[in-house]
């Protein structure tokens, strides 16, 4: 299977990754009391497909649309990315992601995490 998809709910966000599409979709708010618990499927899926995701040619694009999220989330986001980008490259990884205009403390979580990760990310006002 070569699409894992979670449904969105109040305090989880919908999630998409689509291997054929090279995209990673996240979209929503990421407040679940167990955010291991709740990625964990996940992870599992990205290990298990980890060479159909590297044998990809095109970059992949990673999509990141959360109003909001906590900062055990934010944790796992970081994790996930440096996997990600472990597996990929750099120059294979492209990351998007949105906010409200009148949100600074998203855009400037941004901008944090592209200096941790040392990769650009591209911020686009929803």
Wanted: hydrophobic content about 45%.
């Amino acid at each position: 299977m070569n699409i894992f998809t979670l449904s969105q709910t109040k305090r989880t966000p919908e999630i998409i990754f689509n291997i054929e599409n090279s995209e990673l979709f996240f979209n929503g708010s990421s407040i679940p009391e167990d955010v291991n618990l709740f990625y964990a499927p996940l992870m599992s899926w990205v290990e298990i497909n980890k060479e159909s995701i590297v044998e990809k040619l095109i970059p992949l694009s990673i999509k990141i649309d959360m109003s909001y999220f906590n900062s055990s989330t934010l944790k796992f986001l970081i994790s996930m990315l440096k996997y990600l980008i472990n597996l990929k490259g750099t120059n294979q990884i492209e990351i998007i992601w949105f906010y409200d205009q009148d949100d600074e403390d998203l855009l400037e979580t941004a901008i944090d995490i592209s200096n941790i990760l040392r990769i650009p990310i591209k911020c686009i006002v929803r």
